[in-house]
Every structure is written in C-alpha cells, then in structure tokens.
C-alpha cells in the first residue's frame, strides 16, 4: 500500500517562510513527477509546483520567485520551500506523486496526501 505522508503546515506570519515535505511510503517501482497542490476555501484545488523525475520544474505564476520545489529519490521526498508568503497563500496544501508498481508505464497512479494546512497571517 502506497501512502505519502506530508509535515511542515503551520501559522506564519505575511513575509515568513515555511518548508513542506512529503515522503512517499510503501512498496513500489519509481515515482514520475512529484508535485505539490493546494485548495483553499471556496476555491478549486490547483497546482502549486511539480517537479518531474529528470528534475524540471513548473510552477504556478502566482508562487514563481517565491517557492521552490525539490526532490530526493533516495529517500522518496519531495519538499516545497515556501518564502516571503502572502496571506493569499493560505490553503490546505497536497502532496501528489505519479507512482509506479512496476517498470511499466502502464503501472502508474496518482497518489495523494492527506493535507496540510498553511495559514499566512497578515
């Protein structure tokens, strides 16, 4: 049973920084592009930042300069270091990885995290 498991929400004030991360648990081949989404209330969830196995990046306009996503394979982990955060930043936030159960593409599924909330005080 795959699970990811992300820690680092919290209460920070406009300006602060915060760092996520997630790792990737249980029994499987490779993991394709990590990223990380967000949903706040009222709003749909949309994606934050992704990063695909061979390292490139994407990020939302909106946290370009301000965020930066990473990865470390060998410990199955993605992180996203969040600074100078504005209270528009404030959402609960989701870790998502495109996990493999074997070589094949054809294996692949997304995996979710339970959240973790962000609240950026003004």
């Known amino acids: 049973q795959v699970q990811l498991a992300e820690s680092g929400g919290g209460l920070v004030q406009a300006g602060g920084s915060l760092r996520l991360s997630c790792v990737a648990s249980?029994?499987?081949?490779?993991?394709?592009?990590m990223g990380w989404y967000r949903q706040a209330p009222g709003k749909q969830r949309e994606l934050v930042a992704a990063?695909?196995?061979?390292?490139?990046?994407n990020y939302a306009d909106s946290v370009k300069g301000r965020f930066t996503i990473s990865r470390d394979d060998a410990k199955n982990t993605v992180s996203l270091q969040m600074n100078s955060l504005k209270p528009e930043d404030t959402a609960i936030y989701y870790c998502?990885?495109?996990?493999?159960?074997?070589?094949?593409?054809?294996?692949?599924?997304?995996?979710w995290g339970q959240g973790t909330q962000v609240t950026v005080s003004s």
């Open positions: 990063i695909t196995s061979g390292g490139s990046t």
């Open positions: 249980g029994s499987f081949f490779s993991i394709d592009t």
């Open positions: 998502n990885a495109e996990i493999r159960r074997t070589i094949s593409r054809l294996s692949r599924n997304p995996y």
